[in-house]
RNA sequence: AGCGGGAUAGAGGAGCGGUACCUCGUCAGGCUCAUAACCUGAAGGCCCUGGUUCGAUUCCAGGUCCCGCAACCA
């Protein structure tokens, strides 16, 4: 790893025809965790996150809708934008795909790769039904016709697209895992994305007609095509950084780790890999994949009504405590695998809050604090901590997990140890012993607190605050659900 | 078809060549600092059949059953 002091983090760009989906919002959270984490170990962190906003079905929705593609973007838009504040992020820079500095950016990235000799021109077939005046998929067509039109002819058109030249890259990209042993994780998604390549790979088409498509970055030195929408929107992840006209920024920054679906595995493990070679640039330093989220065993969709929408969990648990954010933060963090799929319902997160957050973190608090106030003169004085090895290993496998549960193990150990030293029986006793007692718990629940920062960061530093001050919570941190 | 993932207590999850672990639930006890919260203990389990092995839940083979990729969707 060739940058120890400064990490470059960031998500995908999420398209945006759509509200924020909450498996999305687990990614940005994720890599928000990770970039805290890597601050509170003194690290400069550069978080980078935005929307993806050029290609046909943006240009569809807003032709639908009667408005301007960028009007509709700029909607979208704002709504991602909005995450920020709804789940509490320290994202640093939002990269919108439209912005003037990103298309030139993209212009230049398809140069150098046309430089290289990787882009080329050629004829393009496509499927085509008059009935519906849409182009066919091999998969939309039932025993080669259309659906919908099965007694027209599926017509066979020829179209100019430029194509990528991603069969070069089969054996560098072989060559590059090789070397790079950790540049996909979790391995076995690894395996995919090798197994994919080994089969061999098929030239990609880059561009679009204007003409059908106008919704696009125009492809250098020809206007009557536009960029196809994942060529530019991949070029995110160095725009975003300076490239390429600030390059002691790029620099300063690059390589990244990246964090995606898994349904991005090919995209960004082989296509953008294979993409950033081409244009002699070095490879990401890890793509950290997530699952799928799960609802009550089903795939999430609007028919069967299982959707968790993050910004209707949030809001639901308004009432009960200053930290609603926290609490999906929390859930997603907590309840979901790593690395494989997970399942949430509205009374998974609910039972997860209950015993989790009510009955244990904020118990605890109460507990300790209560006795703090009611025996202590003033503020415990709190030292320098020391690292904590099993989150530190746990964070170096980006197992966020592991390392949440790391957490919480500690405070219900601390629970388990106030009841077997019972400072609330010795202070009756012996007033001295007593207070010594107390004063290690709050020393524990502080350590406790700056661990859960990355994590929870508004309640970490609320929790902070009370031992401080050395105060009761005015009113529970995490309450009672109705 | 092909590719991939999976089957572990009532439920949901981890684990792994050698006392099988966690959460929720159930049952019994304890504590009173705390948000009827907290702590301790108990009952209950590795899909089937072979193989490798001193030893298999773990590795291998076969079987059964689930699920994902081809449908706007992270």
Redesign the pocket.
């Known amino acids: 790893m060739a940058n120890n002091e400064r990490v470059y983090i960031t998500t995908?760009l999420?398209?945006v025809?759509?509200d924020p989906?909450v498996?999305?919002a687990m990614e940005i959270i994720r890599a928000d965790v990770l970039a805290r984490y890597y601050r509170s170990s003194g690290k400069e962190a550069f978080f980078n996150t935005g929307t993806d906003e050029h290609g046909a079905?943006i240009h569809e929705a807003a032709t639908k809708e009667g408005i301007d593609a960028q009007a509709y973007t700029d909607r979208y838009a704002a709504r991602f934008r909005d995450l920020k504040g709804l789940l509490g992020l320290s994202v640093d820079n939002f990269v919108r795909t439209t912005d003037a500095h990103h298309v030139m950016s993209a212009q230049e990235f398809w140069k150098r790769c046309a430089a290289s000799g990787d882009i080329y021109k050629k004829l393009y077939r496509v499927k085509y039904c008059v009935g519906c005046e849409l182009e066919k998929?091999d998969?939309?067509l039932v025993n080669g016709r259309c659906s919908i039109h099965p007694n027209r002819e599926i017509e066979i058109r020829e179209e100019e697209n430029y194509f990528f030249k991603f069969s070069n890259y089969t054996k560098p990209l072989l060559e590059l895992y090789a070397t790079h042993p950790d540049l996909v994780i979790p391995s076995?998604r690894f395996?995919?994305t090798k197994?994919f390549v080994a089969r061999g790979l098929e030239d990609f088409s880059i561009s679009r007609l204007r003409r059908k498509m106008p919704w696009g970055v125009t492809v250098p030195g020809d206007d009557e095509h536009v960029m196809y929408v994942w060529f530019d929107a991949l070029v995110n992840y160095i725009s975003a950084i300076g490239w390429p006209d600030d390059m002691d920024r790029f620099e300063k920054w690059w390589p990244v780790i990246q964090y995606?679906?898994k349904?991005?595995n090919r995209q960004q493990s082989a296509m953008w890999q294979a993409m950033l070679m081409s244009a002699k640039l070095p490879p990401s330093k890890h793509i950290v994949i997530?699952?799928?989220?799960?609802s009550g065993g089903q795939?999430?969709?609007?028919s069967l009504g299982n959707v968790i929408n993050p910004f209707d969990v949030v809001a639901s648990f308004k009432d009960v405590t200053p930290f609603p954010e926290d609490v999906l933060r929390f859930v997603l963090l907590h309840d979901i695998?790593s690395f494989?799929d997970g399942?949430l319902t509205l009374e998974s997160i609910k039972?997860s809050y209950a015993?989790n957050l009510?009955?244990?973190?904020?118990?605890l608090?109460?507990?300790?604090m209560?006795?703090a106030t009611t025996h202590l003169d003033g503020p415990v004085e709190l030292h320098e901590l020391d690292h904590h090895n099993a989150i530190d290993d746990a964070f170096n496998v980006f197992d966020i997990k592991r390392a949440l549960e790391c957490v919480m193990g500690a405070a219900?150990e601390l629970?388990?140890y106030?009841?077997?030293t019972?400072p609330?029986?010795v202070i009756k006793v012996n007033v001295e012993d007593g207070e010594v007692l107390i004063v290690e718990m709050v020393e524990r629940l502080y350590r406790i607190a700056i661990l859960l920062e990355p994590f929870l960061p508004r309640t970490a530093k609320e929790i902070q605050r009370l031992i401080h001050e050395n105060k009761m919570?005015e009113t529970?941190?995490?309450?009672?659900l109705p």
Not at 299 to 302: A, H, I, L, V
Not at 358 to 363: K, L, S
Not at 365 to 368: C, F, H, W
């Open positions: 995908t999420p398209y025809n759509a989906h498996g999305f079905k998929t998969s939309e076995f395996n995919e197994a995606c679906g349904d991005n997530n699952g799928f989220i799960m795939k999430m969709s609007k695998s494989e399942d039972a015993s009510q009955n244990g973190i904020g118990n608090v109460s507990r300790i209560k006795m219900s629970d388990a106030i009841q077997e019972a609330f029986k919570p529970p941190l995490f309450g009672r």
